[in-house]
Every structure is written in C-alpha cells, then in structure tokens.
Nanobody, 120 residues
C-alpha cells in the first residue's frame, strides 16, 4: 500500500518562502512520477509541478520561476520549494505519486494534503 505523508505547510506573509515535503512508502520510489497539486476553496484541484523518475520537471505557468520541485530518492521524499509566495498561492497542497503498474500505465496515489496560507 502506497502512503504519502506531506509536511511543511503553514502561514506565511506574501513574498515569503515555504518548503513542502512528501515522504513516500510502499513502492519503489525511484520509479515513481511525483507531483504536487493544489486546491483552493471553490476551485478545482490543479497541477503545480511534477518530476519524472529521470528528473524531468514540469510547472504550472503560475508558479514558474518561483517554485521548484526536486526529489531525493535516497530518502523517498519529494520537495516543493516555494519562493516569492503570493496570496493566490493559498490552497491545500497535495502530494501525488504515479506508480508504474508494469503494463505501460500507472496508478495514482494522493497524500492527505497540507494547508498553505499566504497573507497579504
């Protein structure tokens, strides 16, 4: 059973920084595509950033240049470094793991979410 545990959320002033962490267990972490998504009140969940098993990254336009996703396979952990935070970054942030099934597809797993609040 794949488990994802997020940490690092909190309250920060606009312009500040936070680092989110997501510790994974129950799969071969290095093979997973890992990602961060977020959901603000009244809005749909949206992609923030992803990193593939070989380190290729992808970012939402709204966070490019401010956020950075990186993984530490030795610690089975993926991070999201968030700089220059804005009030519109306020949301619950979810860790996602795409675990290969061995048939060219993958299964998605989600963490419980961590709240990030940016005050103006």
């Amino acid at each position: 059973q794949v488990q994802l545990v997020e940490s690092g959320g909190g309250l920060v002033q606009a312009g500040g920084s936070l680092r989110l962490s997501c510790a994974a267990s129950g799969s071969i972490f290095s093979r997973n595509r890992m990602g961060w998504y977020r959901q603000a009140p009244g809005k749909q969940r949206e992609l923030v950033a992803t990193v593939t098993s070989i380190g290729l990254t992808n970012y939402a336009d709204s966070v490019k240049g401010r956020f950075s996703i990186f993984r530490d396979n030795a610690k089975n952990t993926v991070y999201l470094q968030m700089n220059s935070l804005k009030p519109e970054d306020t949301a619950v942030y979810y860790c996602n793991a795409g675990v290969p099934t061995g048939r060219g597809t993958s299964s998605d797993y989600w963490g419980q979410g961590t709240q990030v609040t940016v005050s103006s």
